[in-house]
Structure formats: structure tokens, C-alpha cells
T-cell receptor
Framework: SQTIHQWPATLVQPVGSPLSLECTVE??????LYWYRQAAGRGLQLLFY??????ISSEVPQNLSASRPQDRQFILSSKKLLLSDSGFYLC??????????????FGPGTRLTVL | GQNIDQPTEMTATEGAIVQINCTYQ??????LFWYQQHAGEAPTFLSY??LDGLEEKGRFSSFLSRSKGYSYLLLKELQMKDSASYLC????????WGAGTKLIIKP
């Protein structure tokens, strides 16, 4: 069966500090990978998605970036955090296989507070 | 533009039935998803509809009308553990998410 891991679970960072969140998937190959952010009481905002190693699409221009150095690893980064970067960050995977409508499955999330 | 509307909050009684509505206006349609999200946790998949009609999974059912841009999630025999937010999401080309409906279950 497939599992998805995210770490850390919670993070408190000062404004202007760097960020690195990691997501790994087990039990599947060549998945589509996604980074979302959820502000309190709001819907999910798609930040980045990837259909393969080194292939990243950005949905929202901001001070965040993403990388996919390995097939089942997805990293979200920032050089300098802003207060507005606070939120619940979720990584998700879906079967690749050329279909865009496969179900997405989420990791446990990282709750980021920027002070 | 892309828009998904859901009620912000609903209250229901344990053992009862509740229907959560979702209306959408998107530039295309390739399917509609419902997810459940307990407070502080990640969303978990409940159902997927791509054709008109009703899909039933145990106590949960989901209905879709593509011509009306409308879906609902029906929860039967409500239990306290069903207290959560329910997210509607539509696939034009990427998943577009509604803000979710917070369901409060009272004993």
C-alpha cells in the first residue's frame, strides 16, 4: 500500500528565515506530487505540482519554490519567510499514468507559524 | 472564472441525515470530489463523481448533476465522529477547492 510522509509536523519560524519542508511517498512509482497551503478557515490553495523528476509547475507567484530531486521526494522551500506564509502545508500524491483526474491522497501536513 | 460554493457551517443531530450542497462554475469538468477533514488533520478522500447520478458508499452518498453544476453529499445515521469539514473539489484541469462546510453534530 502507498504511504505519504511529511515533516516536520509543526514549525515556528521567525520572519526572514529560510524554510524547507519535505514530503516522501512510498509504495508507488512516478506519482504526480502536489503542494497545497490552507489558511485558517479557507480552502486549499495549490502552490506547486510535479509530474516527474525536475518538472515543477507553479500555480501561484510567491516567495516559495519547490523541487523534486527524486521520483518520490518533493521539497518546498523559501529563502525568506513572510508573515503571510503561515498556514497548514499539505503534500499530496496521485497516480501519474497520464490521467489528470486521479484521486489525490494527502500527507499529515505541516503547521507553519511565522512570527 | 472558477468558483465553488458550499455553505460555511451546518448543524445536525446524531442519528439524523444531513445533505451538504456544492455548486460550481468552472471552465471545464473532468470530475468532482468530496473529502472529509477533521480539525487539525489532512483531508481524506470520500467520493468521486464524473457522471450524473448517485454514488453510494455505506453511510455516505454523493450526487452529481453536470447540467446544473450541482452536487451534494448525503450523510446518513450521523455519528459524533462525522463532525468535520467537508470539502468539495472540481477538476476542470487542476483541482479547484471549495472553502469547505463545517458540520457540527449534536447529541
Amino acid at each position: 500500500s502507498q504511504t505519504i510522509h511529511q515533516w516536520p509536523a509543526t514549525l515556528v519560524q521567525p520572519v526572514g528565515s529560510p524554510l524547507s519542508l519535505e514530503c516522501t511517498v512510498e509504495g508507488t512509482s512516478n506519482p504526480n506530487l502536489y503542494w497545497y497551503r490552507q489558511a485558517a478557515g479557507r480552502g486549499l490553495q495549490l502552490l506547486f505540482y510535479s509530474v516527474g523528476i525536475g518538472q515543477i509547475s507553479s500555480e501561484v507567484p510567491q516567495n516559495l519554490s519547490a523541487s523534486r530531486p527524486q521520483d518520490r521526494q518533493f521539497i518546498l522551500s523559501s529563502k525568506k519567510l513572510l508573515l503571510s506564509d503561515s498556514g497548514f502545508y499539505l503534500c499530496a500524491w496521485a497516480k501519474g499514468e497520464g490521467s489528470v483526474t486521479d484521486t489525490q491522497y494527502f500527507g499529515p501536513g505541516t503547521r507553519l507559524t511565522v512570527l | 472564472g472558477q468558483n465553488i460554493d458550499q455553505p460555511t457551517e451546518m448543524t445536525a443531530t446524531e442519528g439524523a441525515i444531513v445533505q451538504i450542497n456544492c455548486t460550481y462554475q468552472t471552465s471545464g469538468f473532468n470530475g468532482l470530489f468530496w473529502y472529509q477533514q477533521h480539525a487539525g488533520e489532512a483531508p481524506t478522500f470520500l467520493s468521486y463523481n464524473v457522471l450524473d447520478g448517485l454514488e453510494e458508499k455505506g453511510r455516505f452518498s454523493s450526487f452529481l448533476s453536470r447540467s446544473k453544476g450541482y452536487s451534494y453529499l448525503l450523510l446518513k445515521e450521523l455519528q459524533m465522529k462525522d463532525s468535520a469539514s467537508y470539502l468539495c473539489a472540481v477538476y476542470p484541469y487542476q483541482l479547484i477547492w471549495g472553502a469547505g462546510t463545517k458540520l457540527i453534530i449534536k447529541p
